[in-house]
């Protein structure tokens, strides 16, 4: 079975732009999480989808929004974007519910934001 | 809120030797901890899930133990080798679905 595969690897954004970062999780997957994770704060929660409705959000801004489409794949937005945005955002796929089933890791997406 | 902890932040051990790392937690209220490896610029790999009705789970050389009422887990490593060396993270599960993890503890086997 393939892995859960994130698009685009690498990303060089400026301030106040927007991005959409696409992840496709494994097959039969049907719960899709995204975090961030920089080297001040760790890895952090952003929000959990679960067949295309999110179950819940972590703290972070508007700004960051996401969605879930009927085949599981997930993108999520970050709009007006600010330096401190840089970091690795990884998504995690999960057969069901993630109170009771292993999350599964993607490479990550790198973004910069100069 | 949950706080996951992980010390020491670094671990530097030669080759060959059995390891424990820890990972502590404040809300015993966890449906599972997980224990994963990350190797520098790279997404997670799952190494060990444990659910919160069992104690422990075994993988290879790897054992990870839970002890709730304490708020402990601990993974084991035996007979360490190079190609161990990563940064191995911990994360509970909340009543929020959401991964809680730990910063991470860097271990470097030397030769």
């Known amino acids: 079975k393939a892995g859960v595969t994130q698009t685009p690897r690498y990303l060089i954004k400026t301030r106040g732009q927007q991005v959409t970062l696409s992840c496709s999780p494994i097959s039969g997957h049907r719960s899709v999480s995204w975090y961030q994770q920089t080297p001040g704060q760790g890895l952090q929660f952003l929000f959990e989808y679960f067949s295309e409705t999110q179950r819940n959000k972590g703290n972070f801004p508007g700004r960051f929004s996401g969605r879930q489409f009927s085949n599981s794949r997930s993108e999520m937005n970050v709009s007006t974007l600010e330096l401190g945005d840089s970091a690795l955002y990884l998504c995690a796929s999960s057969p069901d519910r993630v109170e009771y089933n292993e999350q599964f890791f993607g490479p990550g997406t790198r973004l910069t934001v100069l | 809120k949950q706080e996951v902890t992980q010390i020491p932040a670094a671990l530097s051990v030669p080759e060959g030797e059995n390891l424990v790392l820890n990972c502590s937690f404040t809300?015993?209220?966890?449906?599972?901890l997980q224990w994963f490896r990350q190797d520098p610029g790279k997404g997670l790999t799952s190494l060990l899930l444990i659910q919160s009705s069992q104690r422990e789970q075994t993988s290879g050389r790897l054992n990870a133990s839970l002890d709730k009422s304490s708020g402990r887990s601990t993974l084991y490593i035996a007979a360490s080798q190079p190609g161990d060396s990563a940064t191995y993270l911990c994360a509970s599960t909340g009543a929020n679905s959401k991964l809680t993890f730990g910063k991470g503890i860097t271990l470097s086997v030397r030769p």
């Open positions: 809300d015993s209220a966890i449906y599972n």
